[in-house]
């Protein structure tokens, strides 16, 4: 679904969300939560554990529906799953059980794409991401790196307007992290989605973000968002090492780190009691 250009891609208003305990109380997870992001924006969110990050991207996928307040995608209310949505999480979503070609080609196959036509389209996609020649492999004989490619692909080739991606590369070595950091950005230039990126790693949302929101601990709002005006294309890996980058992430810690401080003494506050 194309996003009308005067419209933003994604906006949360005064959204909250309430959980159900497992004893029958209620749990505020997000509050009051405003969250625009424009087509082709580039938008990570940073905040203490447990703050509602995840949830916040179940509420745009339509996985969820808030308690209160309204989400939009392509300025169309989010009502079940959104189409146009695509995702990238921690954990692989890939078929274990399909060969990495199979499992590119899923989404068009799905959409009703002929086997050769998705399998075209799925080629073309592995040699973006650099995984050409490993069309016949099954996923557990690729490395996580190669793995995160795949579900790159898997996710770029239904051409997204939105991509959620969460904590993507957590579970990867810091080397191969940061090189996939340099490779989202330039499949992320191919396409162009907006993209609500929800990372813990502050200098992994400068390097890659157009603007870091900052949510408060739990229940989460919107603490502030600050604009990361560094040049386009960018080089993630070297990126971090210029005076800017240095300046803008002081910035936002000192924003951060007082929410990360609260989260922890509640945690200890747990513990303790
Ligand atoms: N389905 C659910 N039922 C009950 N509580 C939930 C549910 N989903 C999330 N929560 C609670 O809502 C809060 C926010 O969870 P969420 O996973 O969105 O946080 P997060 O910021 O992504 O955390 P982390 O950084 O640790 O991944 C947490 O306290 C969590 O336990």
């Not at 189409?83 to 989404?107: C, E, H, I, M, R």
């Amino acid at each position: 679904m194309a996003a009308p250009t005067d419209q933003p891609a994604i906006e949360l208003v005064n959204v909250t969300k309430r959980f159900t305990t497992p004893s029958g109380g209620l749990y505020t997870a997000i509050e009051d939560l405003d969250l625009t992001v424009a087509p082709g924006e580039f938008c990570a969110v940073v905040g203490p554990t447990g703050c509602g990050k995840s949830t916040t991207l179940t509420l745009v996928s339509g996985l969820e529906r808030p308690s209160r307040g309204v989400a939009r995608v392509g300025g169309h209310e989010v009502d079940g799953i959104t189409p146009g949505v695509g995702f990238v999480f921690q954990t692989d979503a890939v078929f274990p059980w399909k060969s990495v070609l199979d499992n590119v080609a899923a989404g068009p196959r799905f959409r009703g794409d002929s086997k050769a036509s998705a399998n075209k389209n799925a080629r073309d996609w592995l040699r973006r991401v650099g995984l050409s020649g490993f069309e016949d492999r099954f996923p557990h004989q690729l490395s996580g790196g190669m793995r995160k490619r795949v579900a790159l692909a898997q996710s770029l080739i239904n051409q997204p307007s939105v991509l959620l991606m969460d904590e993507p590369f957590s579970a990867l070595d810091v080397q191969t992290r940061s090189i996939m950091s340099d490779e989202l950005l330039s499949l992320w230039e191919l396409t162009r989605p907006a993209v609500i990126f929800v990372t813990h790693d502050l200098e992994e949302a400068i390097a890659l973000a157009d603007k870091v929101v900052v949510l408060t601990a739990g229940p989460g709002r919107v603490k502030a968002v600050f604009d990361v005006d560094l040049p386009r294309p960018r080089r993630a890996q070297e990126i971090r090492f210029t005076e800017e980058f240095v300046s803008i992430y002081s910035k936002i810690w000192e924003a951060l780190r007082a929410e990360v401080e609260t989260a922890y003494a509640r945690t200890t506050a747990e513990v303790a009691s």
